[in-house]
Each structure stands twice: as structure tokens, then as C-alpha cells.
């Protein structure tokens, strides 16, 4: 592609991420639990209402499913008394079980005196009429809870999706990122870290259920701890048990992250990675590794300050002369309220052997104290305070504890692990740099790599990237600090401080997939595009579901639809249906007849043909009707007597009766 070409696809314009509306698969479920749809608030209400209007439509019909059941199964040709004959007629008339037991209350009560066992003859119907009601009711329930998704996350999709940068897009689009505009880039890694350590203080070190933890797929991810591993350098150069009480070192190991399960890359399982990450620190003891010397003042005042050299390793960038990994200066310490933190990884500095890992990134951090005043006395080995209280410059006289030591050192080892799950082949535990060689030889598909290349190129997650952008901020110890004063502190802080490290890098580890989904802020500025990023990972980031969108499961609501379809067709036709059968092959006809001759309007029918109203047709039908045009009245208000005797009712224009042997019948003139 051109240069122009390349240049012309960039973006520069950032359009703020919205969940996707539509069907998709949350594959942490499967292709068909994990079906899903996705809708916008406004219309989620609409669609579950009319779910349970549909519900309520087909208890309805199950409901007279069950009464056309249980009115065959009582149907009897011998004779019965009143109270059988108005329970059937109960049965095939009610339209839900809360009717029916109402009216059966009624019945039975009407019946006390004249039906022998009227009470438990109800019974049954009673009790079948109330688990009907309980069980409509749980069904009403479940629908709502069937419909709704298998889990609580949406897709996000962004027009912006990609990889942020800063500078000039023209020097990118030709290969040449010399162009790059610095300060924005470090203004742009220094906002996202200071959002992971946040999100890390409130959701990983806390008992927190915030709503800020609800952002990714999972609120934090695991991580396991071992308080008492071994060391992780050659063991000259971690302190003994008895000097750090018993915790020479400290591990932590996330194990096998699932990519779509904790960074929320949707992807079906042959289209997902595992990335495995494991931490080992241990205080240094640099004794024999540090020198300290006496440099006159400058100013004139014929006083000297101490310099300390740290050597642990060649700084790559030294200038041939000083082969020392750090100088701390005491006269420029003097000036800070506050910590010194400096970390320094080995792509910086070359490790003496001691401290050499060919399978891990390895990385130092170098403390000082300088005026820090301790209140009590410290027996953490990074920390460490001397023995008595020492002078001290804001107060001139005695102060606090001060540090025992100019610098003291803390080293890590950082391994990762790429695994293909579909083959079960993995590359080894080592630094990044060696995992980005190794993942050509584990058999990734194209989904794999898309993911691997966003875990290895966007993320600089390692705890001494953090420590650097932090600074001394980046020490649990400074929130217990103020002026220069340092309130208590465990045995243990170090091990604090590097699990707080830790969990930044996981918050960190969760947040690089949605911000290059969803597409890094500052496309506003001057100098800033996004180089689009890839389809797949643009389509397929879940983020948590947020109060714009609600999702269905597709399953529960296709099962619940067909359902309802279902008892609702048939309610509609099983009449019919079994009396066609019933009176085709002679079997429980006279059920069929029993239960037409108690429908209602059967029942209106014969009231009516009783008393001589009207000319009935279809008398075998459910719906009897009359013939066309055949009027007949309402018995007058003021007539309490026979209302075939009522003129009202009888006489109608161009109507008149006529006997036809018992009975009357209409005729129309």
C-alpha cells in the first residue's frame, strides 16, 4: 500500500463506544446458551411485555388444556347429583384456576346441606385449581429470569477502534516513527496507568463491590500467592530466613488467563489463548554490591555529602567509565519530603550473574528513604530503619527512625506463558521478548495471533514500567506518609508493595483490549490518529452491560415463545380435534356430547329452546346460532315472573309463534 493510501486510512476523529444491538454469541456459554440478543433500553420494556403478555395467553391456554383433561377424566354416562353435574359445568366454563377456585368456593358452599360429602368431593378440584395457581405464577416468574442472557456482558464497538498515537501520521504511514510526539505519548501512559492503579487500589485491594469494578468482563483477575518460595536469584543475594523472619522471597502467579473468559475477547474455544504470568521478588542483600565515598561540597563551605554507587549491573547506556547501575546522591536527598523509587529493568541494565534469568525479565527497584522520619522503629528489609533515632533536619534535635541504608534494592523476576488450548502446546516460562519467538511454533490460527499481538505489543505491563511512570506515588507506604513523617509499617510492606504492583499490571492486563476496542481518548488533539485496528478484535471485545443496553438470551426466548405458540394452537384446536376423533371411531363420544352441552352457550341454548325463544341451528356445534333474522327481546325491568310470558322478550316485528307439537318456534312473516 502506498504511503498515501496508508495515511488516508487513519482516523483521526474519535467517536465514543456503544454497545452492539443485535444477535451475537457470548461463547463463554456456547453456541446455544450463549446465543444472545442485544437492545436498546427504550425498546427492552416493549419486548418484556409483550413476553409476558404472551405468557399470561398461554396459561390461559394450558389452563383450559387441564380442564378439558380433568372434565373427560370425571365425564360418567351413570347418573350423578347436582353438585357433580355444576362442578363439570364449572370446569368446562372457567377461563383461569383463580375463577375456577372462587366458584368452587361458592359451589361447595351452596351444596353443604344437600350433597352428601360435598367437602371432599371439591377437594381434589380445589387443590388442583390452587397448585394450578401457584405454578402460573412460578411461570410468570421464570420467563422473566429465562429471557434474560446467560451473562452480564454486551459487545462494544467503536468507529475508532485501534491503536492510539501520537505524532506525525505521514512519518507513520512510511514506516518511520521518529515522528512520534513524546509528551503526549507519556501524557497518554501516565493517564492509563493512573487508571489502573486506581481501579487496582479499589477492586484488587479491597473487599470492594463498587460500581467501578463492574466495568470489565470479570471485576479482577486470579492470582495466587506463595509467602515462602525460593529465591529467585543465586541465594547469596537474598537475605536469610532469620534476617527477613522467614519470608526470604514472594510469589505470585496468575495461572492460565483464558482470553475470552478474563480479558473478555469473545472467541469460541479453538480461537482463544491462555496467558499465564508469574512475579518472584525477594529484598536484596547488596552487601559487597555498594560503594560509598565522601565528595566535597561544592559550595565553598568546605562540607562533603555521601555518593553511594550501586553495582548490580552495566547500565547499557554508561559511557565506559562508570560501571555502576545507580548513584544515589545524600546531598540532593536532603531535599525530599518524601521517597526516592527508581526502577530499572534489564533491558537497561545488564544483570551481574547473580542476578542474570535466561527465562525471566528481570527488574530492580532502589529505595531511598532520605528525610523520611519513622515514627517507630522498621523491621521490613526494603524499609529498614537503624536501630536508634537518628537526627533530624526539620526539628534540629532528635527525630524519628531514619532508613538503615542509602538505597536498598528490590528485585523481581516476571515470566510469562503463551498456551494454545485447541493443541495443548505452550511456549516456555520466560520474558517477553523470548514468548514473542516462541508463539510461532504452538500452531495459533489467525484469531489467536490477532490476540497474542495485542497482549505482546500494546501492553508494557511489567511492574518496572509501572514503577516508572509512578514514581515514589507508586509506594502503599506514601499513603501512610505525610510531610516527610512515616507512620508504622508491617514486617512485610515490601511484599505489599509488590502485590499492589501486581494487581496494577492485571488492571492493566484488562483494560488494553477495551481501549483499543473501544478506541484510546485524545484523537481530539493535535497530532493524534488511531491506526485501525483489527476486525477481529474491533468485533468481538465484551465489556460489562451497561444501563444503555439490555440483552436476551436467544434460547430462553425462542423456548418461551414456542412454548406459549404451542399450548396456545393447541388450546385452540383440542376440542375439536379429539372430538373428531372421539365421534369417528365411537370412542367417549358422550364425553365429547357432556362437554359441548355444558359449554355456555350450549347451556343458553337449552334455556332459551325451554322456554320457547328463538329457533336454534348448529345445536351440535359449540356455538349454537339461531336462523337469520330471528329477533327476540329482554324481559322488561319491572317483570319478576315467567319471561316467556313477558311481551317484551316475545313479540318483535314480523315475528310470531306458531306451535309445532310441544314446543314453539319462531316464524318469520
Not at 495459533?444 to 497474542?452: C, D, E, I, M
Not at 501492553?459 to 499513603?479: P, R, W, Y
Not at 426466548?557 to 383440542?574: G, M
Amino acid at each position: 500500500m502506498s504511503e498515501q493510501n496508508i495515511t488516508q486510512t487513519l482516523i483521526f476523529t474519535s467517536q465514543p463506544a456503544h454497545p452492539y444491538y443485535g444477535v451475537w454469541t457470548d461463547w463463554s456459554y456456547g453456541q446455544v446458551r450463549g446465543a444472545t440478543l442485544t437492545i436498546s433500553r427504550n425498546y427492552s420494556g416493549l419486548l418484556t411485555a409483550s413476553i409476558a403478555l404472551l405468557v399470561s395467553a398461554a396459561t390461559g391456554g394450558l389452563w383450559k388444556i387441564l380442564v378439558y383433561i380433568a372434565y373427560h377424566l370425571r365425564a360418567q354416562r351413570e347418573r350423578r347429583d347436582g353438585l357433580y353435574h355444576q362442578q363439570q359445568n364449572l370446569l368446562r366454563n372457567s377461563a383461569s384456576p383463580s375463577g375456577a377456585l372462587i366458584e368452587l368456593l361458592h359451589l361447595t358452599w351452596a351444596w353443604r346441606r344437600h350433597a352428601d360429602r360435598f367437602l371432599l368431593r371439591s377437594l381434589p378440584m380445589g387443590l388442583s385449581a390452587l397448585l394450578c395457581l401457584g405454578v402460573f405464577t412460578l411461570a410468570g416468574i421464570f420467563s422473566s429470569i429465562a429471557i434474560k442472557a446467560a451473562g452480564t456482558d454486551t459487545l462494544t464497538r467503536s468507529s475508532s477502534c485501534g491503536q492510539w498515537m501520537a505524532g506525525n501520521a505521514s512519518y507513520y504511514a512510511s514506516g518511520d516513527t521518529s515522528g512520534d510526539d513524546m509528551p503526549l505519548t507519556l501524557a497518554n501512559t501516565l493517564n492509563i496507568t493512573s487508571d489502573a492503579v486506581n481501579y487496582a487500589r479499589i477492586c484488587y485491594m479491597s473487599e470492594s463491590d463498587s460500581s467501578r469494578c463492574n466495568v470489565y468482563t470479570q471485576p479482577t483477575l486470579p492470582f495466587t500467592t506463595d509467602t515462602n518460595p525460593s529465591c529467585p536469584f543465586a541465594s547469596r543475594m537474598c537475605y536469610s530466613s532469620d534476617t527477613v523472619a522467614g519470608r526470604v522471597a514472594y510469589k505470585l502467579d496468575t495461572g492460565k488467563l483464558d482470553s475470552n473468559l478474563h480479558l473478555g475477547i469473545n472467541a469460541r474455544p479453538k480461537d482463544r489463548i491462555t496467558y499465564q504470568r508469574i512475579a518472584t521478588c525477594a529484598p536484596l542483600d547488596t552487601t559487597g554490591y555498594t560503594t560509598t565515598e565522601q565528595v566535597n561540597n561544592p559550595d565553598g563551605t568546605n562540607s562533603s555529602y555521601t555518593l553511594e554507587r550501586v553495582y548490580l549491573g552495566s547500565r547499557y547506556s554508561a559511557n565506559g567509565t562508570d560501571n555502576s547501575t545507580y548513584v544515589y546522591n545524600e546531598n540532593a536527598g536532603t531535599y525530599v519530603r518524601g521517597y526516592t523509587l527508581v526502577a530499572l529493568a534489564d533491558t537497561v541494565f545488564d544483570p551481574i550473574p547473580a542476578l542474570k534469568r535466561t527465562d525471566a525479565d528481570v527488574s530492580i527497584f532502589l529505595l531511598s528513604g532520605n528525610t523520611v522520619q519513622y515514627i517507630y522503629p522498621v523491621t521490613d528489609p526494603w524499609f529498614m530503619t537503624g536501630a536508634s533515632p537518628a537526627y533530624s533536619i526539620w526539628t534540629g534535635g532528635a527525630g524519628g527512625y531514619r532508613s538503615a541504608l542509602l538505597v536498598s534494592v528490590l528485585g523481581c523476576a516476571e515470566q510469562h506463558q503463551i498456551c494454545n488450548p485447541a493443541n495443548e502446546q505452550c511456549t516456555d516460562l520466560s520474558g517477553l521478548s523470548a514468548i514473542a519467538t516462541q508463539t510461532n511454533n504452538i500452531g495459533l490460527n489467525t484469531p489467536q495471533s490477532a490476540v497474542f499481538n495485542i497482549l505482546f505489543e500494546l501492553i508494557d505491563d511489567k511492574m518496572s514500567s509501572i514503577v516508572s511512570n509512578l514514581g515514589a506515588t507508586a509506594l502503599q507506604a506514601e499513603q501512610l506518609a505525610s510531610q516527610g513523617v512515616q507512620l508504622d509499617l508491617p514486617s512485610n510492606q515490601w511484599a505489599k508493595e509488590v502485590a499492589s504492583w501486581f494487581t496494577v499490571g492485571l488492571a492493566r492486563l484488562q483494560q488494553a483490549p477495551i481501549n483499543y476496542a473501544a478506541g484510546s481518548p485524545g484523537t481530539s488533539i493535535n497530532y493524534t490518529f488511531i491506526v485501525p485496528g483489527d476486525p477481529y478484535l474491533c468485533a468481538n471485545q465484551k465489556v460489562r452491560s451497561t444501563s444503555e443496553a439490555v440483552s436476551f438470551s436467544v434460547l430462553g426466548t425462542s423456548f418461551i415463545i414456542a412454548v406459549c405458540i404451542v399450548l396456545i394452537l393447541v388450546s385452540l384446536v383440542l376440542d375439536q380435534v379429539m372430538g373428531f376423533i372421539q365421534e369417528r371411531w365411537n370412542r367417549g363420544g358422550y364425553r365429547h356430547r357432556q362437554w359441548l352441552l355444558d359449554g355456555k352457550l350450549q347451556l343458553q341454548r337449552l334455556a332459551y329452546e325451554n322456554a320457547g325463544i328463538g329457533t336454534w341451528i348448529k345445536v351440535e356445534d359449540n356455538i349454537p346460532v339461531t336462523i337469520l333474522r330471528d329477533l327476540f327481546g329482554m324481559p322488561d325491568e319491572n317483570n319478576r315472573g315467567d319471561p316467556t310470558e313477558d311481551p317484551a322478550v316475545m313479540a318483535g316485528e314480523n315475528i310470531s309463534f306458531a306451535a309445532v307439537g310441544e314446543k314453539q318456534v319462531q316464524v318469520v312473516n
